[in-house]
């Protein structure tokens, strides 16, 4: 990694943009990543923040446009077509014929001659199901893979922090895996903010949207305040469920009814013990263990950042995450108990096109 971070190796108008800025002397016994650079904070941050931005928006076009939608696309078309050329007969033991006739769906299918495949009509209502759920499967496949990595990085991270997230404050300088993570995890609930609009919209837009924005505060006041260490916990926290549910998500637009059920009871027991027994205990480790662990001091010279405000900001938007989660839990319970009817999961926003 230092390899790549080593400023000597660029001009000096870039390295913002393409390393770690402020990069520091060791300190003495460092309680975490003692082999590590260490680094401070400063506004030139931004800068590597924005090419992260930059990054994580070719990446996602690039997975969903070569990878992730071509695989639906033929996954869906496949499935669509089995099921036109291998109808089942009646009960009383008569063909159907095609299948699309029998159910009134003729007008989907184009065929010029006998032993030709069936080609689907982009324009028929399967053609249409079929593009939305192509176009639905990739949204959600993109968030599972960056969960997937961002999680195993916040894992990784919180795996060589102390136990104790409090003891020690402030918690600087940074050693480069935390800032790295922190980075990547800013550029990402930017990067959220910037194609929320972009993707067909649910029913919980507006939810979403304070969501993201909430999480972008906490992210960048725990980095300026030097909170890092309860923001690498909360962050590994939350990003376990955002790989199961997209997950499960994936599975229902590829008509894998039972695989998507299995996994939405997986991520049912996750947010429950994620979002909100474990992220309570972190409100109420907020509430009660900073202040008693932490002098409220404003000393920006040595690192302090915590007074009674930004305390009482802190907690109040942790909570605000924890009431957002809540409403959540009433559809996601809702969503279960269709499970348990036998309806199957569906999850009522992926349909919104208005």
């Given amino acids: 990694m230092d390899y790549f971070l080593d400023k000597e190796r660029m001009p000096s108008l870039l390295a913002p943009f393409f390393t770690l800025s402020y990069p520091v002397a060791t300190p003495n016994d460092p309680d975490c990543f003692p082999n590590a650079t260490f680094y401070d904070i400063g ?125 020690g404050y402030p918690h600087i300088p940074l050693p480069g895996p935390v800032k790295l993570y922190y980075m990547m995890q800013t550029a990402f609930y930017f990067h959220l903010l910037l194609v929320i609009n972009a993707e067909a919209p649910r029913k919980d837009h507006w939810q979403m949207m304070t969501h993201h924005v909430i999480s972008c505060a906490l992210i960048i006041a725990s980095y300026a305040y030097n909170f890092t260490r309860v923001g690498c916990l909360i962050m590994v926290l939350m990003d376990w469920c955002d790989i199961v549910l997209p997950l499960a998500k994936m599975l229902r637009y590829l008509s894998l009814q039972v695989a998507c059920d299995i996994t939405f009871g997986i991520f049912l027991i996750s947010w429950v013990a994620t979002r909100h027994i474990l992220f309570i205990k972190v409100i109420i480790s907020a509430y009660s263990d900073a202040p008693r662990l932490i002098p409220f001091d404003w000393i920006p010279e040595r690192g302090y950042y915590l007074t009674h405000d930004v305390y009482v900001i802190f907690v109040s938007l942790l909570v605000s995450l924890e009431i957002i989660q809540s409403i959540w839990s009433y559809r996601i319970f809702a969503i279960a108990w269709r499970v348990v009817m036998g309806y199957g999961a569906d999850d009522d926003r992926s349909d919104e096109d208005e």
């Fill in 43 to 167: 506004y030139a941050d931004i800068c590597f923040v924005v090419s992260l931005i930059a990054l994580l928006a070719v990446l996602r076009d690039g997975s969903r446009l070569l990878v992730l939608e071509p695989f639906a696309n033929w996954k869906l078309t496949r499935d669509w077509r089995r099921r036109n050329e291998n109808p089942k007969p009646f009960a009383n033991g008569k063909s159907n014929g095609h299948a699309a006739s029998a159910n009134g769906s003729a007008k989907s299918l184009e065929q010029n001659g006998v032993g030709e495949r069936l080609q689907l009509r982009t324009d028929s209502p399967e053609g249409r199901h079929i593009h939305r759920s192509t176009l639905r499967f990739a949204e959600q496949g993109w968030l599972t893979v960056y969960y997937c990595f961002s999680w195993s990085m916040g894992l990784y991270v919180n795996m060589n922090l102390p136990s104790d997230f409090w003891s």
